[in-house]
């Protein structure tokens, strides 16, 4: 079952409107004129180089600021120069491209749905550079030298569902996402299906705040579910969350599912799990197939649960510094969560994937 791409993490209209920065993991680009760059002298001569270009901001607590860790890590493993690069207005991103392919990429990743109109005219004029367009639909035709990458994340959305509904005591489930798109919907859609199977008396509210870098509308959103009755909300729009988090935080019994290990801190006792989508680990994976001698390009990479990526997981922090009444409860479904997980594996489970609200 292949997800519906969209920009989960970022990269909205709201990040198209301000000037475009670089981070350089030694050296930066330089942005000049009409969006051309200048790059260092040793950037142009670095052979091996990996360019990851996003398109949301770092500082996120989640998907850039993991596959920015991902990808220093592997360079620190593999022992090649890395760029990471910010690029917040779309009229810059061709410039950008071909920049590092005129720098002699080897590799060149870059984030979401918006970059595939980019990719698609420069990819096929720099045929010894291996292209990686994380979160993607299929290439159609398939560009010889690009890898696109999906995720099933309204697998792990189901579980949420399934868990929220057996842990809520008011049996109020609430998702707040970050733009109404064709993924997210799927994700709303799953939760609401799984609440409607485990806890027939059950609810979901669903709301979006049309942008994945609003923690103020998130907290909005999400105060004014916890004020209504909900006390289980999933979490799915990028550094929003942060805003969702804290509202959770300012009430007793409200419990979020967030979406990165590094939210864990942000509500302590309040985070209870996470739909976690590994960007960082999915990063590594398919860069280091790119600097592999078996790599295929004109591929398309769908990621469900059981690949290491996408997972539904009980926060261990939570389990220690949450309330009892609900760390017990937790605990004591968990069980049939994880058995629910292992059937979707298997196939047994079949998840609904609707796009309709």
């Not at 950037?43 to 949301?56: E, F, I, S």
């Not at 550079?129 to 999906?150: C, F, G, L, R």
């Not at 998130?218 to 006390?231: L, P, R």
Request: glycine share 10%; proline share 6%; aromatic share 8%.
């Amino acid at each position: 079952m292949t997800r519906k791409n969209d920009n989960r993490s970022g990269g909205g209209t709201t990040a198209l409107s301000r000037r475009t920065f670089l981070h350089g993991s030694a050296t930066a680009a330089v942005l000049t004129g009409a969006g051309t760059f200048a790059w260092p002298q040793s950037a142009q001569a670095a052979g091996g180089l990996v360019a990851l270009v996003h398109t949301q901001a770092a500082g996120d607590n989640g998907p850039i600021d993991s596959m920015i860790a991902a990808l220093k890590k592997l360079s620190g493993q593999k022992d090649f120069p890395i760029r990471t690069i910010y690029a917040q207005d779309s009229a810059t991103y061709e410039s950008i491209f071909r920049s590092l392919g005129d720098a002699g990429a080897a590799v060149i990743a870059s984030t979401f749905l918006e970059v595939a109109e980019p990719f698609k005219a420069l990819a096929p004029s720099y045929p010894n550079t291996k292209w990686i367009q994380i979160y993607a639909d299929p290439m159609n035709p398939p560009i010889p030298n690009m890898v696109t990458v999906s995720y099933d994340y309204h697998l792990g959305c189901y579980l949420s569902g399934m868990f929220a509904a057996k842990v809520s005591k008011t049996g109020k489930i609430g998702y707040i996402g970050g733009v109404s798109i064709p993924g997210l919907n799927a994700d709303l859609n799953a939760i609401k299906a799984a609440v409607a199977a485990t806890n027939p008396s059950g609810s979901v509210t669903g709301a979006f705040a049309g942008s994945f870098q609003d923690p103020a509308k998130g907290h909005e959103i999400a105060n004014q579910m916890y004020q209504s009755g909900v006390d289980y909300i999933q979490t799915d729009s990028a550094a929003t969350d942060t805003g969702i988090i804290q509202a959770a935080n300012e009430g007793d019994g409200r419990m979020v599912s967030a979406i990165s290990p590094a939210q864990y801190k942000l509500g302590p006792k309040t985070v209870a799990a996470l739909v976690e989508l590994d960007f960082g680990q999915s990063l590594y994976n398919e860069v280091s197939k790119a600097l592999g001698p078996d790599w295929k390009g004109g591929t398309h990479v769908p990621t469900g649960l059981g690949t290491g990526v996408i997972d539904f997981v009980l926060s261990p922090v939570f389990a220690e510094k949450g309330p009892q009444d609900l760390v017990a409860k937790a605990k004591q479904v968990w069980p049939e969560i994880e058995k629910a997980k292992a059937d979707i594996i298997a196939g047994k489970l079949k998840v609904p994937f609707s796009t309709t609200l």
